[in-house]
């Protein structure tokens, strides 16, 4: 009876392990997609001000990712 505790008890713990490593390639995953947003959202925004005086679409997508990563840290 105690062997049968025990491998329920490795089982389980395998299954949380499972589980926090799929969370952690998920969480890894939304990290590219919310930085490919915030660019996208800041590309959108410098379009709009007048006083941005970047017209390149590449040198305002550079800036974009230098200044996000900046205040990220």
């Known amino acids: ?3 049968l505790t025990i ?3 490795l089982i389980k713990n ?3 392990f499972i589980f926090i490593i799929l969370a952690m390639i998920v969480v890894l995953n939304f990290s590219d997609y919310n930085l490919k947003r915030s ?3 800041c590309l959108a925004g410098s379009q709009k ?3 941005s ?3 390149d ?3 305002a997508k550079k800036f974009c990712e ?3 990563k900046k205040n990220k840290d």
Do not use: N
């Open 1 to 3: 009876m105690k062997i």
């Open 7 to 9: 491998y329920s008890q």
């Open 14 to 16: 395998i299954l949380i």
């Open 39 to 41: 660019v996208d959202a």
């Open 49 to 51: 001000l007048s006083e």
């Open 53 to 55: 005086k970047i017209t």
């Open 57 to 59: 679409l590449k040198a």
């Open 66 to 68: 230098e200044e996000i």
